[in-house]
C-alpha cells in the first residue's frame, strides 16, 4: 500500500522494521564522486530579464571560475530572473569601458552586471562588480572582494544574493548549503551503499559526511550551520547522531531501545526534539542537549512522530494517526515540556505528513496525498488554506530556504530519487538537481552561512 511504501521518506517511525546485517564502513573526505547536476527546466513567461556580461580577467586564458555563469545559474534557479544569453548580449562592456545604453536598451533588460577578476598574488583574487540600471545609467550595487582561489565560487554565491536582495528586497539563499542521503544503484543489497554529503546550493562543492553500508536518514542542520544530527543505521538499528562539520567529530544523541528517529534543532541550537520509542510507543520527545535531559511531549495510544520547531521556539508540530490517518498537529512547548494539548491543523485530504515552518512562521510545508500521488503543499496557517505546488508522483523531504522563497524536496523520476526546488507560490516550474548515478533523497536546506 502507499502508506508503506514511504518508510524511509516520509515516514521515519516505520524505521524498526529495516534491518540490514552488513559492516558500516564511514569516512571523512574531501569530495563525494556523485556530484549534483543542476537541470533548469524550461523558461519562465514572468522573469524578469536581466544581462550578466562575463566577467573579465586579468591573465591569458581562462578564469579559474566563471563567475558571471554561476550568478546567471542562479537567479535563473530563483525563477525571479530570465538572465540574457551569452549571444543576445549586444555588446561585452568592462568595468572601465563605456557602455552603449541605447544598445542595451533594445534587450528588454533593465538592469546590467559588469565585473573582473584579478590575480593579485599569493594565490589570492579580486573580484569587482556592479550592477546598473540601463534606463538610468546609474550603479545600484558596487562591490569588491578578496579571496583566495577556494573561495571564488563562494563569491559568486555572494554577487547572486547581493543582486537579487537589491532588486526584490528580499535576503537572497544562493550563498546556502544543502544536506542530502545519496544511495547507489546497484541492485545486490551486500553492495549498496549510502552516502549523507553536503554541497552549495547549486549542488556544486560536495562533502562526504559519512559513508555506511547501512541507511542513513532524516539530516537536519543546526541554527548557526555547523553541525548535523541525523539517523544510521551503522549499528543495526537506529541512533540519532550529532556531527560538526569542519573537525568530523561526533557524538552519539538516542540510543534508546525501539525506535530513534527524526530529531530536528531548536532554533536556539539547546534542544533537540525527536521520536523516541523506548517506552513503547512512538513518541515525541524532547531532550536538553547540555545535559541530556528528556521531557516528553506526547502521550498517546497512536503513531506521534516527525516533529518541527516554529521558529520563536514556543511550539512543535508533528505527524500523528491519532485521528486514522496522518494529520498535523500542533503543541505548546516551554523550557518544562508541553504547555497545553496538541491541536489538528490540517483538516484537507486523507494524509498529510512531514511538515515544518515557514521561516516566517506563517505557514508550514508538507506532503499531502492528492488523487493517490504524494505532493509537496504550503498550509497557511491564518486561513487554514493548502495550494499544492508539485504535480510529480511521490515527493517527499520538503525543506524551506533559509528565505522563505523556494522549497527544496525529494522526488521521483523514472525510477530514481532527484532533488527538485520550487518557489513558494507555485508560479515557475521547479528546478531539478539530480546525482549522474544512484538516488538522491532527504533533503535538507541549510540557514544562512556566516561569513
Known amino acids: 500500500m502507499q502508506y508503506a511504501k514511504l518508510t524511509i521518506r516520509v515516514a521515519p517511525f516505520l524505521l524498526l522494521f529495516f534491518s540490514l546485517l552488513f559492516l558500516v564502513n564511514y569516512v571523512f573526505v574531501s569530495q563525494a564522486h556523485a556530484v549534483l547536476e543542476v537541470e533548469v527546466k524550461g523558461g519562465f513567461q514572468s522573469a524578469d530579464p536581466i544581462a550578466i556580461v562575463p566577467f573579465s580577467w586579468s591573465q591569458s586564458g581562462k578564469a579559474p571560475v566563471d563567475i558571471a555563469s554561476i550568478v546567471s545559474a542562479d537567479l535563473a534557479r530563483s525563477g525571479v530572473f530570465s538572465p540574457l544569453s551569452i549571444n543576445q548580449l549586444p555588446e561585452r562592456p568592462t568595468l572601465e569601458g563605456p557602455i552603449n545604453f541605447p544598445r542595451w536598451k533594445n534587450t528588454n533588460a533593465e538592469n546590467l552586471v559588469i565585473g573582473q577578476i584579478t590575480a593579485i598574488g599569493q594565490g589570492r583574487f579580486e573580484i569587482k562588480f556592479k550592477m546598473l540600471d540601463i534606463f538610468t545609467k546609474k550603479n545600484s550595487i558596487e562591490y569588491?572582494?578578496?579571496?583566495?582561489?577556494?573561495?571564488?565560487?563562494?563569491?559568486?554565491?555572494?554577487?547572486?544574493?547581493?543582486?537579487?536582495?537589491?532588486?526584490t528586497h528580499t535576503k537572497g539563499a544562493f550563498d546556502t548549503l544543502i544536506a542530502y542521503v545519496v544511495v547507489n544503484n546497484n541492485t545486490d543489497p551486500k553492495k549498496r551503499i549510502y552516502t549523507l554529503a553536503v554541497a552549495d546550493s547549486d549542488g556544486y562543492g560536495e562533502q562526504i559526511i559519512l559513508k555506511s553500508k547501512k541507511p542513513i536518514m532524516s539530516p537536519v542542520w543546526s541554527p548557526n550551520g555547523k553541525r548535523l544530527a541525523y539517523v544510521s543505521f551503522e549499528k543495526d538499528r537506529s541512533?540519532?547522531?550529532?556531527?560538526?562539520?569542519?573537525?568530523?567529530k561526533r557524538k552519539t544523541i538516542a540510543e534508546f531501545k525501539g525506535i530513534n528517529s527524526a530529531p530536528v534543532w531548536s532554533p536556539d541550537g539547546k534542544r533537540l526534539a525527536m521520536t523516541l520509542s523506548k517506552d513503547g510507543n512512538s513518541e515525541i520527545y524532547v531532550m536538553h542537549i547540555a545535559s541530556t535531559v528528556l521531557q516528553r511531549i506526547t502521550n498517546h495510544y497512536s503513531i506521534d512522530t516527525e516533529p518541527a520547531w516554529s521558529p520563536d521556539g514556543r511550539s512543535l508540530i508533528?505527524?500523528?494517526?491519532?485521528?486514522?490517518?496522518?494529520?498535523?498537529?500542533?503543541?505548546?512547548?516551554?523550557?518544562?515540556?508541553?504547555?497545553?494539548?496538541?491541536?489538528?491543523?490540517t483538516y484537507e485530504g486523507d494524509y498529510n505528513a512531514g511538515a515544518s515552518f515557514s521561516p516566517d512562521g506563517q505557514s508550514i510545508v508538507l506532503i499531502t496525498r492528492e488523487q493517490g500521488r504524494f505532493r509537496v503543499g504550503i498550509l497557511q496557517l491564518a486561513n487554514r488554506q493548502l495550494q499544492i505546488l508539485t504535480r510529480s508522483r511521490l515527493d517527499e523531504s520538503p525543506s524551506f530556504a533559509p528565505n522563505?522563497?523556494?522549497?527544496?524536496?525529494?522526488?521521483?523520476?523514472?525510477?530514481?530519487?532527484?532533488?527538485?526546488?520550487?518557489?513558494?507560490?507555485?508560479s515557475h516550474s521547479p528546478q531539478r538537481l539530480r546525482v549522474l548515478s544512484g538516488d538522491v533523497r532527504e533533503p535538507a536546506w541549510s540557514p544562512y552561512r556566516g561569513r
Open 404 to 426: 522563505g522563497k523556494m522549497v527544496l524536496y525529494a522526488t521521483e523520476l523514472r525510477g530514481r530519487g532527484i532533488l527538485e526546488a520550487i518557489s513558494v507560490d507555485g
Open 144 to 167: 569588491r572582494y578578496n579571496v583566495e582561489k577556494k573561495q571564488l565560487r563562494r563569491v559568486a554565491h555572494q554577487i547572486s544574493d547581493q543582486i537579487y536582495q537589491q532588486l
Open 239 to 248: 541512533i540519532i547522531y550529532m556531527q560538526e562539520l569542519t573537525s568530523g
Open 318 to 345: 508533528f505527524t500523528s494517526d491519532r485521528a486514522g490517518k496522518p494529520q498535523i498537529y500542533q503543541v505548546a512547548i516551554s523550557q518544562k515540556g508541553r504547555s497545553g494539548n496538541p491541536k489538528r491543523l
